[in-house]
């Protein structure tokens, strides 16, 4: 099998695997219960937690643990613009978002917010003239992702928070990093709000995090009883925590390294896939390089991908949870609807290997060629 949609998600690695299976099998007792057990338990809890904060340099208690980023975004878009309602109704983000932020505005408006859409230029960069103009004093807060998921645009989240703070210090700064953590370097100081999830980063599926800075409020969505955690009451999951914080430890180990790597591999299929007629190659001087979009002309990208899978190797439509869709992120970058619709993303990681890639481009050129002939 050759997997190349990471970005979609990626298998648990062994060593969090069994981070998990131990906290499962001997912390049996609940965080928030008083007796030894659950003394037990919220020690351990507690110790990953503080190793996640040590790895981001931040507080504690600046963590809350999710079941996803679509929860982390949830709660910070929506969060934010509950605690912040008697001031304003304005809410930007960008045109390079994950489809769940677009369904978080989509909510927020039907409840009275005013959403507005930076631009961007034609490499994927926000407009930061166009961000300043957005910029008013009723804006709440401000969600742009470090990443974009499709096409792997990088934005200089840093720059951003500063054009943010000087337009008005009261707006927020959210940014959805899911496609960052353990592929770039992050740094939360850089934003009010981040999004991340476990299971982009050989993470357990089923938990991520928030980050908010201290002196940020924001309103919970869920309500409920449970001491750790005034946004999310209930019992924390602690093997998830405990197998979390595994993950990210091994994440961020060697970031540069990995990502010359990853990016050796890229220019490789770029190099072998670009010359082929009816190709067009879906990348920016931002994109990261774990991520490759192309757009076929000519065959359909449902067709590729699955006569790809005769041979196990997987491949990803626009994101896993938009597939089928039209390509947002294509349409605000290039404006074109025909590539837009016949997107492919190539995902690649760390634990790519360069056999791999070699097995996947000769597999590529021949059902390329194939269904090309069959479309004469
Ligand atoms: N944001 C981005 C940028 C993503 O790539 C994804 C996953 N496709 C999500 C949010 C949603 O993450 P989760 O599946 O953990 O809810």
Do not use: W
Not at 9 to 33: Q, W
Not at 105 to 119: K, M, P, R, T
Not at 223 to 250: C, D, H, M, Q, W
């Amino acid at each position: 099998m050759i997997y190349l949609d990471y970005s979609a998600t990626t298998p648990v690695s062994y060593d969090v695997l069994e981070s998990y299976l131990r906290a499962t099998k001997d912390f049996i007792g609940n965080p928030n219960s008083l007796h030894s057990l659950g003394v037990k338990t919220k020690t351990l809890m507690n110790s990953a937690i503080k190793q996640i904060s040590d790895l981001f340099n931040i507080l504690e208690s600046e963590l809350t643990f999710t079941s996803g980023a679509t929860e982390s975004n949830n709660m910070a878009l929506i969060g934010a613009c509950l605690a912040n309602m008697k001031t304003g109704n304005h809410v930007i983000v960008s045109k390079l978002e994950h489809p769940s932020v677009y369904k978080i505005c989509e909510y927020l408006e039907s409840i009275g917010f005013e959403i507005s859409y930076v631009n961007n230029d034609s490499e994927g960069l926000i407009d930061f003239d166009d961000l300043r103009e957005k910029i008013k004093p009723e804006t709440i807060i401000v969600s742009i992702c470090a990443v974009n998921s499709e096409v792997g645009v990088r934005q200089p989240v840093k720059m951003i928070r500063q054009i943010i703070k000087k337009e008005n210090p009261n707006t927020l700064f959210h940014s959805d990093m899911t496609q960052a953590i353990g592929k770039i370097p992050v740094n939360f100081h850089d934003v009010d709000l981040a999004s991340i999830s476990a299971h982009k980063i050989f993470g357990p599926k089923g938990i991520g995090l928030l980050y908010k800075n201290s002196r940020v409020k924001i309103n919970p969505l869920i309500y409920g009883s449970g001491k750790s955690n005034e946004l999310k009451p209930g019992t924390p999951p602690v093997p998830l925590i405990v197998a979390f914080a595994k993950a990210l430890r091994l994440a961020l180990v060697d970031i540069d390294k990995r990502e010359n790597f990853v990016k050796r591999l890229n220019e490789k299929i770029v190099m072998d896939i670009a010359k082929l007629d009816g190709i067009k190659i879906n990348q920016t001087k931002y994109s990261i390089p774990h991520i490759l979009n192309i757009s076929l002309s000519r065959i359909r990208p449902e067709t590729f991908i699955h006569a790809m899978e005769e041979y196990e190797i997987y491949l990803g439509t626009n994101t896993a949870c938009s597939s089928g869709d039209l390509s947002t992120s294509i349409m605000a970058i290039y404006n074109d609807r025909k590539r837009a619709i016949s997107t492919i993303r190539i995902s690649l990681s760390y634990i790519t290997t360069t056999d791999e890639i070699n097995r996947f481009l000769n597999c590529f050129n021949a059902i390329y060629s194939k269904l090309n002939s069959l479309m004469d």
